[in-house]
């Protein structure tokens, strides 16, 4: 099992969390999804997978979502 953090930009509710949620979970290999909000900050994905995920397609998944994927830093 391959696990993975994401720092997501943008999300602000928990319908937010849900879009997010469901976009990770559609990515093949994708067995679990936990999303920690942190409403107008920075929000926590932690995205468990039987494979590594590339950083493309967890963004292209968030991006469907509506939101971004950035740096701890940011």
């Known amino acids: 099992?391959?696990?993975t953090t994401l720092n997501i930009s943008?999300?602000?509710c928990g319908h937010c969390v849900a879009s997010v949620t469901?976009?990770?979970e559609a990515l093949d290999g994708?067995?679990?999804v936990s999303v920690?909000?942190?409403a107008g900050g920075i929000s926590?994905?932690?995205v468990t997978a039987n494979r590594t995920l590339t950083p493309a397609e967890v963004g292209e998944a968030v991006a469907e979502a509506g939101y971004?994927?950035?740096n701890a830093e940011a």
Do not use: I, P, Q, R
Request: glycine share 4%; aromatic share 0%; net charge negative.
């Open 44 to 46: 926590t994905a932690t």
């Open 10 to 12: 943008g999300m602000t």
């Open 22 to 24: 469901e976009e990770l």
């Open 30 to 32: 994708v067995d679990k």
């Open 68 to 70: 971004s994927v950035v």
């Open 1 to 3: 099992m391959e696990t």
């Open 36 to 38: 920690d909000l942190n």
